[in-house]
């Protein structure tokens, strides 16, 4: 039990070995080592749970176990482990021989006496050296070097000489020195804009870590690996606290041979350039907390309902997405379904009903008033146009079918968005989504093939997002329309946008 770059290394312990037994007439039959494995417990020693296998047949292989000295048993923290394997061996008939001890086979008390110590003294060693280890690791981190993993993008590594020189490190390549020192400083431009536009998203108009992952993917966004952005990848993002410049160690402490436990951790503030602007992250962090501050049993989810319901009486399950506090599943998983958690909260059914035969009413008229709009515009530009007796359809040009969307505003966390409910795939050429105002003003158009649709956000800020080409005027509508309309044929129905 041993590696070559210790003192004590398996072949040092083979050589010893194989000295006492020709020099006291022994044939060693089988050898059993167990190479760069860590004495403090038994779990991963092959080689010591053969022996213990072997010790234990009937035949038994042998009769005699050389072992370099105690220690080799283990150095496990509670010494009667040592013993007991040692027991084991001698209880079915194998004698234990130590070659580097003075005392070799005895059974003299004064032999259990020194065994004893030296179990101790080898348990004593490694919690010593673990503690001057941790303490080795506290004093690195506080001097802004790091022993972790490197986040996925936007910092780099770059090893330290004891004279300060500092040569950069490609992704998994090691330090050449044993005495240089690994530091982290921010990568190239490119990664720390685009770990900056995460933070932007998710504090802005991404609202959660799922719309975050959503919106970088539509925005053609990918690690610098290649990889597609996930809401595991962005959450991770979102909490290291190396992008503010930030070191954490040892939120968990290991004590050799037992389970981790959870310890004050060590903090080392501004050590590191940071990434992201202090602001940034602070309001990245805010939202955060606010999303985990309330533990999800019944009666606090039914709390931060009747909140909501108080500010908004017609709540419902859609809105729960850009609240920041809790999902839809934590409420299904609760109650059964959102809807019975909202009418335990206290939500008035009737009104919700009532105000929702409204709003279609309302919102079917607009759209019927806003499709003649749009064809009177295409007529007076000398544009053919009609409207599909069936599911708000414009029919522009000979065949060009494009359906009209009105997307409607909603006030979460006191700021308007809109929601784009994509209920079926469109079976359109295009889609036209108008970002309506509380009344009968459209604030934007944005006009999408199907593919780019499936794959816009769910949700909009005040601001449509720039990567979706917003047209903000008749004239630019009307433009958009006519070049679609002049595309050669066949290129219609390609994944793009629109509006490029």
């Known amino acids: 039990m041993s590696t070559d770059q210790q003192e004590l290394s398996i072949g040092t312990q083979l050589a010893a070995i194989q000295a006492y037994a ?16 860590s004495g403090l417990g038994i779990s991963k020693r092959d080689g010591m749970k053969s022996l213990l296998r072997d ?55 004064m032999t259990a006496l020194l065994k004893t110590l030296k179990r101790a003294m080898a348990a004593e060693y490694s919690r010593e050296l673990g503690v001057k280890s941790r303490a080795g690791q506290d ?32 992704r998994g390549q090691r330090k050449s020195m044993q005495s240089e020192r690994i530091a982290w400083v921010p990568g190239p431009i490119p990664e720390v804009d685009l770990v900056r536009r995460v933070f932007d998203i998710y504090t802005g108009e991404g609202g959660t870590i799922k719309g975050t992952a959503r919106q970088l993917r539509f925005e053609g966004r990918t690690t610098p690996d290649g990889r597609p952005f996930t809401a595991s990848m962005v959450d991770t993002m979102l909490r290291c606290e190396a992008y503010a410049g930030n070191f954490v160690w040892g939120r968990e402490r290991y004590v050799a041979g037992t389970r981790s436990k959870r310890r004050p951790e060590t903090r080392a503030s501004n050590v590191i350039e940071r990434v992201v602007p202090q602001d940034l992250w602070e309001r990245a962090q805010g939202r955060l ?58 939500r008035d059914a009737k009104l919700v009903r009532a105000q929702h035969e409204q709003s279609k009413v309302t919102g079917r008229q607009i759209g019927d008033r806003l499709e003649c709009d749009i064809k009177s515009l295409l ?43 994509k209920r079926r795939r469109p079976m359109t050429h295009a889609v036209l989504l108008a970002q309506m105002d509380a009344g009968p003003v459209v604030r934007a158009f944005v006009l999408l093939t199907p593919e780019a649709y499936r794959g816009a956000p769910a949700w909009f800020s005040q601001e449509v997002p720039d990567a979706l080409s917003p047209l903000k005027s008749a004239d630019l509508l009307l433009s958009a329309l006519r070049s679609f309309l002049e595309r050669p044929s066949g290129t219609v129905l390609q994944g793009e946008r629109c509006i490029t």
Not at 30 to 36: G, S
Not at 395 to 404: F, K, M, P, T, Y
């Open 289 to 346: 907390w606010e999303r985990r501050r309330l533990r999800r049993d019944k009666e606090q989810l039914l709390q931060v309902l009747r909140e909501r319901l108080a500010e908004n009486p017609t709540l419902n399950a859609l809105d729960l997405e850009g609240l920041g506090l809790h999902s839809k599943k934590a409420y299904t998983n609760a109650f059964g379904s959102v809807s019975r958690a909202l009418e335990l909260a206290g």
């Open 55 to 109: 010790v234990m047949d009937d035949p038994r292989p042998f009769d005699i176990v050389l072992v370099y000295d105690v220690s080799r048993w283990g150095r496990f923290q509670d010494i009667d482990a040592a013993a007991y394997y040692e027991y084991t061996c001698r209880l079915h008939g194998a004698r234990v021989v130590y070659v580097q001890e003075a005392f070799g086979s005895d059974h003299e008390p």
């Open 379 to 421: 007529l007076d530009a000398g544009i053919a146009c009609r409207i599909h007796p069936r599911s708000r359809v414009l029919i522009v040009g000979e065949d060009l079918r494009v359906r009209l969307q009105p997307i409607w505003p909603r006030t979460l966390r006191g700021a308007s968005c809109w929601h784009v409910f």
């Open 22 to 37: 020709q020099a006291n007439a022994i044939s060693v039959v089988k050898t059993y080592e167990d190479a760069a494995k």
């Open 139 to 170: 004093r690195a981190i506080q001097l802004g070097f790091q022993m972790g993993h490197l986040p996925c993008m936007g910092l780099t590594r770059v090893a330290i000489d004891k004279d300060g020189v500092q040569r950069p490190l490609s």
